[in-house]
């Protein structure tokens, strides 16, 4: 990439990894602390969770906006602003409802990232290297996944200290896509050519959400409780899934080698495989998080480069999203009701139906909107 190219990739990659990867996914990490901390019950850290991917619904759609008609540069800075001031919330709770707030504000930071990083690439990177881009930036969530992994055991048990660094990294990764950002070219303009939403990729998308939210919710709880993992081993656990998640970041040229239908099938059968095998044997847990990790972020990256478009990508992250909704409500109702197997083994089933509504009707990928 030329080099004002590989800023901006590199700009996206942190606003994602803040975003996604500690804003969001790092609840789940931090799960066991929080429950003690505030006596939280399996069904109530699940609705939380619910609660936090429902405030990204409304964010993401708020954003398909304020990209279309504001500044794609300025709504990206306000994803990494908004991240910012979620964590610090999170840092400092000294109450339930203070804590429920922080989560809120980080979820909503979530939604505001992907529609105008999608757009700044489209409009910043040239297209014989935009899938690979969108693909190298989606797989940010797999960077601050394995970041805030290693922040678990450095910050020896405190895990405020570790919420007040990801609120550091957030402001940092502010000013870093604002910087980016000025270059962009402009002839183009600010508005994002709407495009066609495939429905058959809301509704894929919708069911991968559904039955990824036993992983990323419960999956570190799980390896605790039922494992009898200690802090140590249990962060490793979320390391891995972050590590493996980077992966992901080839998935642009995979996917246009191979096809988006071809590519969706096995990442889903992969991340069900990974799900049920977390719950029946937790001894393999680093190996279901490393399958885990690789195939729901490539997941993410096929939804990006299926809908090609920032409006389609939020459309897209949106139904992701109620799918988490729903799954992580349902998987911690499970959790109390039933146990541990049947709620995750419920939500490998749901990934299994995803290849039934395929992300894509050609064997073909999507190109990016210009």
Sequence with gaps: MRPGEARLVAAGVAVIAVTYGLGR???????????????????TAGALASAGYAAYCFAVVLSALLTARWSDRGTAVLAAATATTGTALIATASSGTAFVLGVLVSGTSTGLATPPLVSMVNRGVAEARRGAAQAIVNAGTGVG????????????????????????????????????????????GKVVRAGRTPVRLVI???????????????????VVTVGGFDGGRSALFWIVLGAAGIVAAMTGDVVAKVGLERAWRPLTAALAAATVFLAVTPSVAFVAAAVFGASYVALTAVMVLAAGNASAVAASFLALSTGQVVGAAVVGWLIDAAGWLPAFAVAAGVALVAPAVTAGSSSRPVRAAR
């Design 204 to 222: 894929a998308s919708a069911v991968v959400g559904a039955a990824s939210a036993a992983f990323l919710t419960f999956g570190r709880d799980l």
């Design 25 to 43: 996914y790092a609840y789940g990490l931090y799960l066991p602390e929080f429950r003690a901390e505030f006596g939280m019950s399996a069904a």
């Design 145 to 188: 996944v394995l970041v805030s992994g290693p922040s678990a055991l450095l910050a020896s048990g405190n895990w405020r200290v570790a919420w007040v660094f990801f609120s550091a990294l957030s402001l940092a990764s502010a000013v870093a896509v604002f910087v980016a950002g000025r270059d962009l070219p402009v002839s183009q």
